[in-house]
């Protein structure tokens, strides 16, 4: 049975949140892992990875992801799968909605890694985004700041999706 690992940091409150609500919605084990105090075999002990990556700032990624950057650079994750998610406002930074998302993705697949969880970006308006690829962000982009209600919902389908595209 394939290792499903859930990487995030226990510090933030609605990456944490998200985090959750997936954990819950979850068949299967899943292990939490505290990015902020992840070692480099943690990083490697998974097949299946789900990412949770806020954009900070001018799209930038957090403090915590952007300090595991280079070990990140140095693995090799051909065989793994990942889905990543992530918080942004597109009202308040619409002009890199969601980076942190998509500067994962290329990070993973520069690596070998495979990215899955693709979203449609139809029902989100912003000027412009890392994480979209052909009119699809490459994974879930949540905003607590403009469409919370649609929150709950966005987050039940991505999991049903990308727990039917892992690899088992």
Not at 59 to 64: C, M, Q, V
Not at 79 to 89: E, H, L, P, Q, S
């Amino acid at each position: 049975m394939k290792k499903t690992g859930l990487f995030y940091s226990f510090n933030t409150h609605k990456t944490a949140q998200v985090a959750q609500k997936i954990k819950e919605l979850w068949e299967g084990d899943i292990d939490e892992i505290n990015v902020e105090k992840a070692s480099d075999d943690q990083l490697m002990a998974y097949d299946n990875y789900i990412m949770g990556v806020p954009t900070w700032f001018d799209g930038e990624l957090p403090n915590y992801w952007d300090e595991l950057v280079p070990a990140l650079e140095d693995m090799n994750f051909k065989g793994k799968t990942f889905a990543i998610f992530g918080n942004g406002d597109q009202k308040g930074y619409p002009e890199n909605f969601g980076d942190g998302v998509g500067i994962m993705a290329e990070i993973v697949e520069k690596q070998g890694g495979k990215v899955i969880g693709y979203t449609e970006a139809d029902d989100y308006e912003f000027e412009s985004s890392r994480a979209l690829r052909d009119g699809k962000f490459v994974g879930l982009l949540l905003d607590f700041e403009n469409q919370a209600r649609k929150n709950n919902s966005r987050i039940k389908n991505w999991v049903k999706q990308i727990a039917n595209q892992m690899v088992s």
